[in-house]
């Protein structure tokens, strides 16, 4: 009978959690990138670079969970060939990310 209990409620602690985490870890996903461009410049600040990773994602989410979700046959197949297929398929997956990054930027600074 605890055990059923324990189960069940680490199970809803589970999902409230990924409820919790799931906006915040897309609504920072760009900061590496941003983090990459302002050093180039000069202008690393902590602060602003995750105010502007939130500002960038807003209303851009979920087409990033969309992504990430097309994405997953491919981390599949990594996890097949125990990480052989990595040499081919993590920098596929990395330029994915990049080009969503550039056309976010594009977007926004098209939309103002």
């Given amino acids: ?4 209990l324990y189960f069940f409620a680490s199970l809803i602690l589970m999902i409230v959690g ?4 799931v906006p915040q870890h897309y609504a920072y996903s760009q900061v590496e990138f941003l983090l ?3 050093l180039d410049l000069g202008q690393a600040k902590p602060r602003q670079i995750l105010k502007t990773s939130r500002f960038l994602m807003k209303g851009y989410k979920f087409q990033r ?10 981390y599949f197949l990594n996890w097949i060939t ?3 297929a ?3 398929i993590l920098p596929y997956i990395q330029n994915n990310h990049i ?3 550039r056309a976010l930027l594009a977007r926004k600074r098209r939309n103002g």
């Fill in 1 to 4: 009978m605890t055990f059923g």
């Fill in 18 to 21: 990924n409820i919790l985490y």
């Fill in 36 to 38: 990459c461009d302002t």
């Fill in 65 to 74: 969970f969309v992504l990430d979700l097309q994405l997953l046959p491919w």
């Fill in 82 to 84: 125990f990480g052989i």
């Fill in 86 to 88: 990595s040499f081919s």
């Fill in 99 to 101: 080009f969503f990054y």
